[in-house]
C-alpha cells in the first residue's frame, strides 16, 4: 500500500467546515482512498472512500485530485464530537489487513 | 448501519488464565479480523477469517487462537494469559465482493484488556 503523509494536528470551531488534507504521492492506479478516524477509546470508525471521483455520504466528503497524488477529507459542519484522530490510508483492495500511520489530531473546539 | 459487537469494553484477567473475547456482526459478512492496537506501534493483526471454520493468521498470532463456528461470530482466544498481552483488542468485519475490492472494515468499539 502506497504510503500517506498528513499533518500531525489541526484545529477547528464547532460550526465550521474541516478540511482535513493528506498526501499519496505514490499512489496506484487501482489504489483507494480510504478515510477512518478514531475518538478516544473507541474502535475506529470508517467515513468514506474512493478512487478518482469525488464522493459524498452522510458523514463527509471525499476531494481527490485529478492526478491522485492528494487528497482532502471535508467535514462540513464540525461539531465537539468530531474530535478525533483521523486516517488517511491509501490501498488496493479492502482484504488483508489494515495499517494506520500516525494520522492528524483534529480537535473542534467551541 | 454495520453494527460489530464485542463482549466486553473492559476485561481485567490474571496471568496464565484463558480468556475468551468474543465479536458478532450483524451484517452478514464474509470476513472478520482480530487486531491488537497499542501506543506507538499501532494496529496489528492477530488472526482473520474469510469463511466459516476457515482462519488465517497475521503478524502476531502467537499467544492466540481463533474460532468462527458461525458466520456471525469470531472468537479470540488467549491461550494461557500474559502481561504482555495487555493491549486494545479490536474486532472487524468486512464483505465480499468477487474482486475482494472496494469493500471497507468496520470495528467495534474494542476491549480494553489488562493482564495482572
Known amino acids: 500500500d502506497a504510503k500517506t503523509t498528513q499533518p500531525p494536528s489541526m484545529d477547528c470551531a464547532e460550526g465550521r467546515a474541516a478540511n482535513l488534507p493528506c498526501n499519496h504521492s505514490t499512489i496506484s492506479g487501482n489504489e483507494y482512498v480510504y478515510w477512518y478516524r478514531q475518538i478516544h477509546s473507541q474502535g475506529p470508525q470508517y467515513i468514506i472512500h474512493?478512487?478518482?471521483n469525488n464522493e459524498t455520504n452522510e458523514m463527509a466528503s471525499l476531494i481527490i485530485t485529478e492526478d491522485r497524488k492528494s487528497s482532502t477529507l471535508i467535514l462540513p459542519h464540525a461539531t465537539l464530537r468530531d474530535t478525533a484522530v483521523y486516517y488517511c490510508?491509501?490501498?488496493?483492495?479492502?482484504?488483508?489487513?489494515?495499517?494506520f500511520g500516525a494520522g492528524t489530531q483534529v480537535v473542534v473546539t467551541p | 448501519d454495520v453494527k460489530v459487537t464485542q463482549s466486553s469494553r473492559y476485561l481485567v484477567k490474571r496471568t496464565g488464565e484463558k480468556v475468551f473475547l468474543e465479536c458478532v456482526q450483524d451484517?452478514?459478512?464474509?470476513?472478520m479480523f482480530w487486531y491488537r492496537q497499542d501506543p506507538g506501534l499501532g494496529l496489528r493483526l492477530i488472526y482473520f477469517?474469510?469463511?466459516?471454520?476457515?482462519?488465517e493468521k497475521g503478524d502476531i498470532p502467537e499467544g492466540y487462537s481463533v474460532s468462527r463456528e458461525k458466520k456471525e461470530r469470531f472468537s479470540l482466544i488467549l491461550e494461557s494469559a500474559s502481561t504482555n498481552q495487555t493491549s486494545m483488542y479490536l474486532c472487524?468485519?468486512?464483505?465480499?465482493?468477487?474482486?475482494?475490492?472496494?469493500?471497507?472494515?468496520?470495528f467495534g468499539d474494542g476491549t480494553r484488556l489488562s493482564i495482572l
Open positions: 472487524a468485519s468486512s464483505r465480499t465482493t468477487l474482486d475482494r475490492k472496494n469493500q471497507p472494515q468496520h
Open positions: 451484517m452478514d459478512h464474509e470476513n
Open positions: 474512493g478512487l478518482k
Open positions: 477469517s474469510y469463511d466459516v471454520k476457515m482462519k
Open positions: 490510508i491509501v490501498r488496493a483492495d479492502s482484504w488483508g489487513k489494515l495499517q
